[in-house]
């Protein structure tokens, strides 16, 4: 079968840090190493499951800078470079793309709950990253409290060259997917969903070609899109019973803090710290957490023992 270009399962990296706050090098190299192993076919960082609200720039552009160059073309590379004011995501988009950057991913534009662009400058925004001559993913989710409708969403893929791919993950998702794909048709290259895959599969009815989640379980994820790809409708439905549990647990209870948990228990990172203001998982949460994730032995849980 000949799947799309952008299809598959391509997560987000977590940001690892050290007890006290530091970047953890070491430890992001494996978390990408590991990534490959989970067998995705893409990987994203710097995202919101990437802590990028708690990373300083100098930071940025050096794990920008590291994980390209460690991934060395390995698989596809999406590089988040969402910031409130134009030139800056610009700046951005240039140094990712001079890096090797396969895809770049922004949000609209917008700072706290008063500060949000309108369609016009949403527009204006993605127009001057696509001039910059890298594929573009537009990510629609509740944190910008921006709105998207269908209709700008079309006419933005029209009409800019480069934005070929949307992580949609708003309320309904599966409604506003079904739109998109009717009403955009072959502009809209690559429809993906997000939200960890909590709606993973109603997404995927309506025309979803991939799915950008955490990095806990891509390896059993993976296959429940490839199988729903080819037809075998069963078994994604079957697969994705299974591991719902823990998605669900994952979406509503832990957040990003789950693929650091998971990765610090397997052995891959030595740390799950968070900066504050994010606090520590609660210790129930934890324990909910593994109770649910160690009987589907994934790959996260015994790759660096």
Not at 106 to 121: E, F
Not at 241 to 269: D, T, Y
Not at 285 to 290: C, G, H, Y
Request: charged share 20%; glycine share 8%; hydrophobic share 45%.
């Amino acid at each position: 079968m000949n799947y799309p270009r952008y299809s598959g399962i391509w997560p987000v990296a977590p940001t690892p840090f050290t007890d006290n706050g530091a970047l953890d090098l070491p430890g992001m190299r494996r978390v990408l190493d590991l990534m490959i192993d989970q067998g995705v076919d893409g990987i994203c960082i710097l995202a919101n499951f990437s802590e990028q609200f708690l990373i300083t720039d100098a930071e940025r552009e050096q794990l920008t800078r590291m994980c390209l160059e460690h991934v060395a073309g390995r698989v596809p590379v999406i590089v988040t470079i969402s910031h409130y004011a134009t030139p800056i995501v610009v700046e951005r988009a240039r140094l990712a793309k001079d890096l090797g950057a396969d895809i770049v991913m922004m949000m609209p534009p917008y700072h706290g709950a008063l500060m949000k662009g309108s369609a016009a400058q949403t527009f204006e925004q993605f127009q001057a990253v696509g001039e910059v001559g890298i594929p573009i993913m537009l990510q629609d989710a509740p944190l910008s409290g921006v709105d998207l409708p269908v209709p700008l969403l079309v006419e933005m893929a029209q009409k800019i060259e480069m934005l070929k791919l949307f992580k949609i993950e708003c309320p309904q998702a599966a409604a506003k997917l079904r739109a998109l794909i009717e009403q955009g048709g072959a502009a809209i290259e690559g429809p993906f969903d997000g939200e960890e895959a909590i709606t993973l599969l109603a997404d995927l009815d309506a025309g979803a070609t991939g799915t950008m989640t955490s990095a806990m379980i891509p390896d059993l994820i993976g296959p429940i899109v490839r199988d729903f790809a080819a037809g075998r409708r069963d078994a994604a439905i079957a697969q994705y019973a299974r591991v719902l549990p823990v998605v669900n647990h994952e979406n509503r209870q832990c957040g990003f803090r789950s693929a650091k948990a998971a990765m610090m228990a397997g052995g891959v990172i030595q740390s799950d710290f968070c900066r504050h203001p994010i606090a520590p998982l609660h210790p129930a949460t934890r324990a909910m957490l593994f109770e649910l994730l160690t009987p589907l032995d994934p790959l996260v849980l015994n790759w660096g023992r």
